[in-house]
C-alpha cells in the first residue's frame, strides 16, 4: 500500500480489498479525472457503499473509501 498520504488507493488495492470483503457493493464511489491526451473523462474507483439493516431494521449504508469506513442514514427528518 502506498503510504505517501495522497489520499488515493490504487485501483489494484481497492479491487482487492472489495473481493475480500465477499459481497458486491450496491454503489461504486468514483472520482472523475480527465484525460487531455484521450479527450474524455474517466471514472476512478475510490471506493464503495454496501446496503445493510440494523438489528431494529433501519436501513443504513456502509462507505469505505481507502481505509475510512463511513456509516450512511437516510435523511428522514421532515
Excluded: C, H
Excluded at 49 to 70: D, P, Q, V
Aim: glycine share 8%.
Amino acid at each position: 500500500m502506498d503510504k505517501s498520504g495522497a489520499g488515493e488507493m490504487p485501483e489494484k488495492e481497492a479491487d482487492s480489498e472489495i473481493k475480500e470483503k465477499g459481497a458486491r457493493p450496491d454503489f461504486r464511489v468514483v472520482q472523475p479525472d480527465y484525460n487531455t491526451r484521450l479527450g474524455k473523462t474517466l471514472y476512478k474507483d475510490v471506493g464503495a457503499m454496501w446496503r445493510n439493516i440494523s438489528r431494529t431494521g433501519n436501513e443504513f449504508y456502509t462507505m469505505k473509501i481507502g481505509k475510512l469506513k463511513l456509516l450512511v442514514f437516510p435523511n428522514n427528518k421532515d
